[in-house]
């Protein structure tokens, strides 16, 4: 437990999203509540105590975020932790909000909690959900339970782990779940109960600037013929293949992406959804054995989004070959976190 000489202080950072929208001319809504806005509009928030400061940080959708936005935004959160700040909330559109939350993770080593949040309602419906989504992430901001956790996700009174959650359903208040090992706890009559905590930490250093690295992903599908595979090490830094199975390919598929994976690093992770890559089961031509056989790194149980996202980050660091396989191993629940190259 951590002494407060006054109340916890918050940092709440608005990056617009449906939590943020309001309809516009011509039909339809975009961003354009601000925090300040949303927070006066949360009942029972002044209530908490809670020392509750907001910054209007961008008012975009979701989708139109990018690494420079994430980027900006980590430099932020790390700003305002060093000034006092017992923790953050992130407010934004929940069609990145996994991939914002990851890679935060990746780029938060502090032990305060960071917390992102956003709503699947907008504002202009009945059952809007972004207040009380909001009020359940600034909460778990403040308790000191919630600390060393590294990045959570906060929506529908449950507490995820940056490195699980996924965004399972395009339109339900309960889209966001965690596939690989469910919730790291709930929010009960409003107290943060955290059940069980993630093993280990993975960051990676944050570059001076945003990734440049132009990283792929490729879905393997039924029939596929590899059309997409043509001059991608041309194109491209890393290519991620979101693979079937455990990690199994088209047969047509394996010359090619061995002649890829000579040139820039190819991950194999699964498209399923859940579960991890295997290594050494499967021994048919594109297998995994195959696949692992040829160069290809094995991603276990992240999933394509966020070894995508690991790849970046890694490269933006300058990682070789060995740094790559060491931390998509430890990443991935091969092996202990104690194997993970960025101590």
């Given at each position: 437990m951590?002494?407060?000489r006054?109340?916890?202080?918050?940092?709440l950072?608005?990056?617009?999203?449906t939590?943020a929208?309001?309809?516009?001319?011509?039909?339809g809504i975009a961003p354009a509540l601000?925090?300040a806005?949303?927070?006066?509009?949360?009942p029972?928030?002044?209530e908490t105590?809670i020392?509750?400061?907001?910054?209007?940080?961008?008012?975009?959708?979701?989708a139109?975020?990018?690494f420079?936005d994430?980027?900006?935004l980590?430099?932020?959160?790390d700003a305002?932790?060093?000034?006092?700040?017992?923790g953050?909330?992130v407010?934004?559109?929940?069609?990145?909000?996994?991939e914002?939350?990851?890679l935060?993770?990746?780029?938060h080593?502090?032990?305060?909690?960071v917390v992102?949040t956003?709503a699947m309602?907008?504002?202009t419906l009945a059952?809007h959900d972004?207040p009380?989504?909001l009020?359940?992430?600034v909460?778990?901001a403040?308790?000191?339970?919630?600390?060393d956790?590294g990045?959570?996700?906060?929506l529908?009174?449950?507490?995820?782990a940056a490195r699980?959650?996924r965004?399972t359903h395009?339109?339900?208040?309960?889209?966001f779940t965690s596939?690989?090992?469910g919730?790291?706890?709930?929010?009960?009559?409003?107290?943060?109960?955290v059940?069980?905590?993630?093993d280990g930490?993975?960051?990676?250093?944050r570059p001076?600037?945003?990734?440049?690295?132009?990283?792929?992903?490729v879905?393997?599908?039924?029939?596929?013929?590899?059309?997409?595979l043509?001059g991608v090490?041309?194109?491209?830094?890393?290519?991620?293949?979101a693979a079937?199975g455990?990690?199994?390919?088209p047969?047509?598929?394996?010359?090619?992406l061995?002649?890829?994976?000579?040139?820039?690093?190819?991950?194999?992770s699964s498209?399923?959804?859940?579960g991890?890559?295997l290594t050494d089961t499967?021994?048919?031509?594109g297998s995994?054995?195959?696949l692992?056989?040829r160069?290809l790194?094995?991603a276990?149980?992240?999933?394509?989004?966020?070894?995508r996202?690991?790849?970046?980050?890694?490269?933006?660091?300058?990682?070789?070959?060995?740094?790559?396989?060491?931390?998509f191993?430890?990443?991935?629940g091969y092996?202990s976190?104690?194997?993970?190259?960025?101590?």
């Open positions: 951590i002494e407060h006054g109340a916890p202080r918050i940092v950072f608005g990056l617009g999203g939590i929208m309001a309809p516009v001319e011509g039909g601000s925090p806005q949303l927070v006066a509009a949360v029972g928030l002044a105590g020392d509750l400061e907001v910054v209007d940080f961008r008012r975009l959708p979701g139109s975020l990018g420079a994430v980027h900006a980590s430099v932020a959160v305002a932790l060093a000034d006092g700040a017992d953050v909330v407010a934004q559109g929940t069609d990145t909000l996994e914002t939350a990851y935060l993770d990746l780029w080593r502090g032990p305060q909690p992102v956003g309602r907008n504002p059952g972004g009380a989504n009020l359940a992430a909460r778990v403040a308790d000191p339970g919630a600390r956790l990045v959570v996700v906060v529908a009174d449950e507490i995820h699980r959650v965004k395009s339109t339900g208040v309960g889209a596939p690989n090992g919730p790291l706890g709930y929010l009960v009559a409003g107290r943060p109960c059940l069980h905590r993630p930490r993975f960051g990676v250093p001076a600037g945003p990734p440049g690295a132009r990283v792929g992903v879905t393997a599908t039924l029939g596929d013929r590899g059309e997409l043509h090490e041309e194109r491209l830094d890393g290519l991620v293949v079937m455990v990690g199994h390919v047969e047509v598929m394996v010359a090619r061995h002649e890829i994976g000579g040139a820039i690093p190819v991950v194999l498209r399923t959804g859940a991890p890559v499967y021994a048919f031509p995994e054995r195959d692992l056989a160069g790194v094995p276990g149980f992240l999933d394509p989004v966020r070894a996202l690991l790849l970046c980050a890694a490269l933006a660091v300058g990682a070789d070959r060995g740094a790559l396989a060491a931390a191993a430890a990443a991935g092996t976190p104690e194997g993970w190259p960025w101590r």
